[in-house]
């Protein structure tokens, strides 16, 4: 190092002054924002045994796509269907949404649009943006990279928890569509699009991931005791989501045939020539949400939820998934 030269946080490679405004058009938008911890009123919410249920997820190296097409707008969307969606599984609303932005060099704007995202998503479902953290590491990071992660909470009470005990053999299982690709596998699709493929390609691949949150709540609340098991289509698609519902003897068989399969999904498996049981693990192969219902009230569930459709049968098992 230089005898006498003057440091500065700044010159080390952190604008707090780029900081300071993007905070300030976050206050704008949102005036509880920018205290050291953001409150929430719980009082009116509770019920004679309330539950707090809690999720931390991400969005994972679709942000690589996001970036290498500076597309920022929608990514944010993506974060909180993560989390909110999982939240909804177990029967619980969401009350609240916090982030973590993470990048090398603070680009007011870029953030600025990821975080308009994020409250579009916290708009979808029914919760509030409640405060968050942006962190810039100099080094950490490439020049226009950014990270993002975020956690939600939410509540029930124990008396309508959604539990797999009531899950019997010959329950429906109702499958509702994914918005695309959603989250997961992008570190394979990314291999597979590059250069004007990945243009082409690059709006249907950033295609935000369907929040569930309005319509599952729905049909939980309108059909009580009914909905014995959800399962949020993730990483390691139907055959690692489905049996976190099932219990240990019982299997889900689905019906290949009995839902759609969007384009991109088939333009994946030709590219790569990924066989049939390695895109079932990675993707959602079209479907972000799997619920099983009663046979009693299925007929009537799957109509409030249309677009909807009727992917399987619970039948005697191991707890695993079979496809026929």
């Not at 999720?55 to 097409?69: R, S």
């Not at 989390?83 to 909804?88: G, H, Q, S, T």
């Not at 698609?237 to 976190?244: A, K, T």
């Not at 619920?291 to 039948?315: H, I, M, Q, T």
């Given at each position: 190092?230089?005898?006498?030269?003057?440091?500065?946080?700044?010159?080390?490679?952190?604008?707090?002054?780029?900081?300071?405004?993007?905070?300030?058009?976050?206050?704008?938008?949102?005036p509880?924002?920018?205290?050291?911890?953001?409150?929430?009123?719980?009082?009116?919410?509770?019920?004679?045994?309330?539950?707090?249920?809690?999720?931390?997820?991400?969005?994972?190296?679709?942000?690589?796509?996001?970036?290498?097409?500076?597309?920022?707008d929608?990514?944010?969307?993506?974060?909180?269907?993560?989390?909110?969606?999982?939240?909804?599984?177990?029967?619980?609303?969401?009350?609240?949404?916090?982030?973590?932005?993470?990048a090398?060099?603070?680009?007011?704007?870029?953030?600025?649009?990821?975080?308009?995202?994020?409250?579009?998503?916290?708009?979808q479902?029914?919760?509030?943006?409640?405060?968050?953290?942006?962190?810039?590491?100099?080094?950490?990071?490439?020049?226009?990279?950014?990270?993002?992660?975020?956690?939600?909470?939410?509540?029930?009470?124990?008396?309508?928890?959604?539990?797999?005990?009531?899950?019997?053999?010959?329950?429906?299982?109702?499958?509702?569509p994914?918005?695309?690709?959603?989250?997961?596998?992008?570190?394979?699709?990314r291999?597979?699009f590059?250069g004007?493929?990945?243009?082409?390609?690059?709006?249907?691949?950033?295609?935000?991931?369907?929040?569930?949150?309005?319509?599952?709540?729905?049909?939980?609340?309108?059909?009580?005791?009914?909905i014995?098991?959800?399962?949020?289509?993730?990483?390691?698609?139907?055959?690692?989501?489905?049996?976190?519902?099932?219990?240990?003897?019982?299997?889900?068989?689905?019906?290949?045939?009995?839902?759609?399969?969007?384009?991109?999904?088939?333009?994946?498996q030709?590219?790569?020539?990924?066989?049939?049981?390695?895109?079932?693990?990675?993707?959602?192969?079209?479907?972000?949400?799997?619920?099983?219902?009663?046979?009693?009230?299925?007929?009537?569930?799957?109509?409030?939820?249309?677009?909807?459709?009727?992917?399987?049968?619970?039948?005697?098992?191991?707890?695993?998934?079979?496809?026929?």
């Open positions: 190092m230089k005898r006498g030269r003057r440091w500065t946080y700044r010159r080390a490679g952190v604008d707090i002054a780029a900081g300071d405004e993007l905070v300030e058009r976050l206050r704008k938008k949102f509880h924002i920018g205290d050291f911890a953001g409150l929430f009123p719980l009082k009116t919410r509770l019920g004679r045994n309330p539950l707090l249920v809690g999720c931390a997820d991400g969005v994972g190296t679709k942000l690589n796509i996001a970036q290498a097409l500076k597309v920022h929608t990514v944010g969307i993506d974060l909180v269907a993560m989390n909110v969606n999982d939240l909804i599984c177990s029967g619980a609303r969401p009350l609240f949404f916090l982030d973590y932005f993470a090398g060099r603070l680009d007011v704007d870029v953030a600025d649009r990821v975080l308009g995202g994020i409250a579009v998503g916290c708009r479902a029914g919760c509030v943006l409640l405060g968050g953290e942006t962190a810039e590491m100099p080094g950490m990071y490439r020049p226009g990279e950014y990270d993002l992660a975020g956690f939600a909470v939410g509540i029930l009470d124990a008396s309508e928890r959604v539990r797999n005990d009531r899950i019997r053999a010959g329950d429906v299982l109702l499958g509702l994914s918005s695309g690709v959603h989250s997961n596998g992008f570190s394979l699709v291999r597979l590059r004007a493929d990945l243009k082409k390609w690059g709006k249907t691949l950033l295609t935000p991931t369907r929040i569930y949150v309005d319509d599952i709540g729905r049909v939980l609340k309108k059909y009580p005791g009914q014995n098991g959800i399962a949020h289509i993730t990483g390691g698609g139907l055959p690692e989501n489905v049996p976190r519902f099932l219990p240990k003897k019982c299997d889900a068989v689905l019906f290949r045939a009995s839902w759609p399969l969007p384009e991109v999904f088939s333009e994946i030709r590219r790569g020539r990924v066989e049939d049981p390695d895109m079932f693990r990675t993707f959602n192969m079209g479907l972000g949400m799997v619920l099983a219902v009663s046979p009693a009230a299925a007929v009537r569930v799957r109509k409030d939820l249309a677009p909807c459709f009727e992917v399987g049968r619970v039948s005697p098992g191991t707890g695993l998934v079979r496809f026929a």
